[in-house]
């Protein structure tokens, strides 16, 4: 796998997001995002990139790239992105 240089995400609606797992937690206070990344080796953002929908009030994550989500705790949807990527001496927490 090659490794993340970087990363952008952007807020989406609760219907933008396609992990059905995500999509049927409807909590009121959740953020969506979709997450493009940048790989070491191109020299484009990656559109297909993970899902994100995060809880502020509980800092909570879950994280779905065509998979089941894994969870994670996350102080920011940009920690719960480093953590899912270990970016930063960062990694997944249940």
């Known amino acids: 796998m090659n490794k993340v240089e970087s990363y ?3 807020e989406v609606s609760q219907d933008d997001i396609s992990a059905i ?3 049927e937690e409807n909590p009121l206070s959740a953020i969506y995002a979709h997450v493009s990344i940048k790989l070491e080796c191109k020299e484009f953002f990656e559109e297909t990139g993970p899902e994100i929908l995060y809880y502020p009030d509980e800092r909570r994550a879950g994280i779905s ?5 894994e969870w994670t705790d996350a102080h920011s949807i ?3 992105i480093e953590r899912f990527f270990n970016l930063n001496g960062w990694a997944m927490r249940n």
Not at 65 to 69: I, K, L, N, T, V
Request: aromatic share 14%; hydrophobic share 35%.
């Open 8 to 10: 952008q995400y952007r």
């Open 21 to 23: 797992d995500l999509r």
């Open 65 to 69: 790239w065509g998979a089941d989500a």
């Open 78 to 80: 940009e920690n719960a």
